[in-house]
């Protein structure tokens, strides 16, 4: 599937807003009117064209044992835990 998204190309060359957009900490009182003086101008952007990966759907099943849900591989119909197949964390 493609998509189309805006993707953020470069920021602004305000060094403090730079600093702060990099994860420098900086005190909102500093940074709010650097912002609204920048207006729209914060960031440039550009549209492109992405390719997402289709994800293959999963198959949800009642276990025939428990009746509990799980995600089912291939043709199963006991869940992980009834095949103690279940990893522990």
Sequence with gaps: ????H???I???KDPKLHAWLNTEKAPHEDVIPE???AGDGVYSHEIIDITIPVKPTKCVKACEACG???VCHGDAVLCGTCT??????
């Design 84 to 89: 103690g197949t279940l990893k522990r964390r």
């Design 10 to 12: 470069k920021q602004i």
């Design 1 to 4: 599937m493609v998509a189309r």
């Design 35 to 37: 912002l609204l003086k």
């Design 6 to 8: 805006p993707v953020i």
């Design 68 to 70: 509990e849900s799980f």
